[in-house]
């Protein structure tokens, strides 16, 4: 059984930066592409970033590029999400997912999912 758990999420500023964490048990996930989700309050859950098996190419979604890094440490099967210069309109529940064909792939490609984790980002 495969879990997922984040953390790093929490109350910032905004302009400020916060990483997220997505630690992996149950199996090992170094050989599936990764990603990280949002879903704000009333609004669909969106990809934000992906990552394949061996971290070597990365899809972000077109309104983040530059301020968001998603990148993986297979030692310890975790995968990270530097979020930077972050805007009130970044608020919402991040979600880390795993195991798709693709890294850009909506939710439903997706076969792991996190509980989630808050960032609020305050004006």
């Known amino acids: 059984q495969v879990q997922l758990v984040e953390s790093g999420g929490g109350v910032v500023q905004a302009g400020g930066s916060l990483r997220l964490s997505c630690a992996a048990s149950?199996?090992?996930?170094?050989?599936?592409?990764m990603a990280w989700f949002r879903q704000a309050s009333g609004k669909q859950r969106e990809l934000v970033a992906g990552?394949?098996?061996?971290?070597?190419?990365?899809y972000y979604a077109d309104s983040l590029t530059g301020r968001f890094t998603i990148s993986r440490d297979k030692v310890w099967n975790t995968v990270y999400l530097q979020m930077n210069a972050l805007k009130p309109e970044d608020t919402a529940v991040y979600y880390c997912?795993?195991?798709?064909?693709?890294?850009?792939?909506?939710?439903?490609?997706?076969?792991?999912w996190g509980q989630g984790t808050q960032v609020t980002v305050s004006s």
């Open positions: 149950g199996r090992t996930l170094n050989t599936v592409a």
């Open positions: 997912a795993a195991q798709s064909v693709i890294i850009d792939g909506g939710e439903d490609h997706w076969k792991y």
């Open positions: 990552i394949s098996s061996g971290g070597g190419r990365t």
